[in-house]
C-alpha cells in the first residue's frame, strides 16, 4: 500500500465532471478518481478550510465517531473493477477493529476531517495512475540503464556473494 495525499479537485476538460486527484509522497504519481458534484463540494469545503454553519453528512459521520470513541485509522482504496474504485473506511474502538465498504469519495471527505491517512493499494496504483513529474522519471530510467550497461558478469557474482553471507 501507498500513502496518498489530497492534492485538489480538478475538472475533466471534456465532461466537466469532478475529479479528486492523489498525489504519492513524491508527488511523481496521481490517481485522478471521477467523483460527484456533492462529493467534490464536501472535500473542497475542507481544504479551503470552510466551516459550514450546521454539520454536513461527513461532519456528522466524523462527529458520530469522535463522540462513540471510534477511530479512523485510515482508509484503503482497495480494487478497482469495471472503472469503479472501492474503498473501505478501517475503523478502530478500543480493541475492536472493523472494515466497512464506503465510495472512495466519501471516505476521503471523511479521512479529511478527521486527518486520517489514505491509503491505495499498489495494484491500483499500478492501473490508474498517471505520471506527473515526466523528466524524473526519464532521469531515473536513464540513471538505471547507466547502471545495467556498466554491470560485467564478476559484479553480479560479487554482489550475489554479498547477499548470500546476510
Known amino acids: 500500500m501507498i500513502e496518498m495525499k489530497v492534492a485538489g479537485i480538478a475538472l475533466d476538460a471534456i465532461t466537466r465532471s469532478p475529479i479528486v486527484?492523489?498525489?504519492?509522497?513524491s508527488e511523481r504519481r496521481a490517481l485522478p478518481i471521477y467523483i460527484g458534484q456533492d462529493q467534490a463540494k464536501a472535500i473542497i469545503t475542507v481544504l479551503e478550510?470552510?466551516?459550514p454553519p450546521r454539520p454536513l453528512t461527513h461532519d456528522l459521520i466524523a462527529n458520530i465517531f469522535k463522540v462513540w470513541d471510534m477511530d479512523l485509522e485510515k482508509?484503503?482504496?482497495h480494487s478497482l473493477q469495471d472503472n469503479t474504485f472501492y474503498a473501505v473506511l478501517c475503523?478502530?474502538?478500543?480493541?475492536v477493529k472493523k472494515e466497512i465498504d464506503c465510495r472512495p469519495s466519501d471516505a476521503i471527505a471523511i479521512a479529511l476531517r478527521?486527518?486520517?491517512?489514505?491509503?491505495?493499494?499498489?495494484?491500483?496504483?499500478?492501473s490508474a495512475s498517471i505520471?506527473?513529474?515526466r523528466d524524473a522519471d526519464e532521469?531515473?530510467?536513464?540513471?538505471?540503464?547507466n547502471f545495467v550497461s556498466n554491470l560485467s558478469p564478476s559484479?553480479?557474482?560479487q554482489r550475489r556473494g554479498d547477499f548470500s553471507e546476510q
Open 21 to 25: 486527484l492523489l498525489k504519492d509522497g
Open 49 to 51: 478550510q470552510q466551516k
Open 75 to 77: 482508509i484503503i482504496i
Open 91 to 95: 475503523l478502530q474502538r478500543g480493541e
Open 114 to 126: 478527521t486527518n486520517s491517512p489514505v491509503w491505495v493499494m499498489e495494484e491500483v496504483i499500478a
Open 131 to 133: 505520471p506527473v513529474d
Open 139 to 145: 532521469e531515473e530510467r536513464q540513471a538505471f540503464r
Open 155 to 157: 559484479d553480479l557474482i
